[in-house]
């Protein structure tokens, strides 16, 4: 039986700060006819300009992914890309009234819990897979990241992630349709080292992250000056570092969260191909960078003949 392209039955709309830019924006995702694929329409700028989910727009993946067409830009797309993707949605319009996708808990769950159970609905149009007749490998000496796609009639992706950090350690992740990405993969949140969060707030980096969307490793020793820093830095009482080395902001939802939620930015930086890809996705080291890097590949050996 051929998979039918899907849509949601209704639209639904959140609210709240981007991770990057701090700024509060309210994201309406609606229905949209067979064969749209997923559209982004920045409505306070144009409600007559459309940014189509592909490669060709990324413009910029530092520490997430943007798309930007005519000037106008989206920025951190990969969690909503990929929840419509683990959801098996074809087909929606996504409305957001500021520059970036709003953050919320740093994973996929509130589009999730919002739309699971009863928002998608079938078309009467069988869905267009993203099909290769060969091999492709993606990589980067400077990173010692590789991604390698090779046909299947099974999608699946495999993450190896590897920080050089005694508390995460080597960590490996895997997703097929034979697993529930709405349990084993949406739910995942997104993650950053204590360190490094000092460096990002002073360069305008994370200016809406706080304590309650993202996994913090506490790699290095710190001291109570320093905890007392972070606690007032996110309005927070004292934070402690944990004997398993994460911070106590947040309880894990699975030992190998981390490698989990780079399994959650891959398939979504990986719809920006144009649609559902038919391969055996294995990525090493991945990241936004050579994510839509081999997106880009694949769509200009697929498309550009």
Same mark, same amino acid.
């Given at each position: 039986?051929?998979?039918? @392209? @899907? ?24 229905? /949209?006819? +067979? ?38 830009? =989206?920025?951190? =797309? ?20 500021? +520059? ?7 994973? /996929? ?15 009467? /149009? ?14 980067? *000496?400077?990173?010692? !990241? !590789? ?30 349709? !034979? ?5 084993? =993969?949406? +739910? ?22 706080? =304590? ?6 506490? *790699? ?10 972070? !606690? ?24 190998? *969260?981390? /490698? ?40 200009? @050996?697929?498309?550009?003949?």
């Amino acid at each position: 039986m051929k998979q039918l @392209q @899907q849509t949601l039955r209704k639209s639904y709309s959140f609210e709240g700060k981007g991770l990057h830019t701090g700024k509060i924006a309210r994201l309406t995702i609606n229905p /949209a006819p +067979v064969d749209t694929g997923i559209l982004f329409r920045r409505t306070d700028v144009s409600k007559d300009l459309y940014i189509e989910a592909l490669a060709e727009y990324v413009s910029s993946t530092d520490r997430s992914t943007t798309l930007t067409k005519d000037g106008v830009s =989206v920025v951190t =797309v990969e969690h909503l890309l990929s929840s419509l993707t683990g959801m098996g949605i074809d087909n929606a319009v996504i409305d957001l009234d500021n +520059v970036e996708v709003p953050i919320l808990d740093g994973s /996929a769950k509130p589009y999730i819990d919002a739309i699971w159970e009863s928002g998608i609905v079938g078309q009467d /149009a069988p869905r267009k897979y993203i099909e290769l007749d060969h091999e492709i490998t993606v990589s980067s *000496e400077k990173t010692g !990241s !590789s991604i390698v796609i090779t046909p299947s009639d099974t999608p699946s992706f495999d993450v190896k992630i590897d920080f050089n950090s005694k508390v995460l350690g080597l960590q490996n992740a895997h997703w097929d349709p !034979s697993q529930e990405y709405v349990k084993e =993969v949406g +739910v995942c949140r997104t993650f950053v080292f204590f360190h490094e969060i000092e460096y990002l707030f002073k360069n305008n980096l994370i200016k809406g992250g706080d =304590v309650e969307n993202a996994i913090v490793i506490v *790699e290095h020793p710190v001291s109570k000056d320093q905890l007392e820093y972070m !606690s007032k830095l996110f309005n927070v009482p004292m934070l402690e570092r944990c004997e398993n080395g994460y911070l106590n902001n947040l309880r894990l939802r699975f030992p190998n *969260e981390c /490698a989990r939620h780079k399994l959650l930015d891959l398939i979504g930086d990986f719809r920006l191909v144009g649609g559902f890809l038919k391969a055996d996705v294995k990525a090493v080291r991945s990241g936004h960078t050579i994510n839509t890097n081999a997106a880009k590949e694949i769509r200009k @050996q697929l498309f550009s003949k």
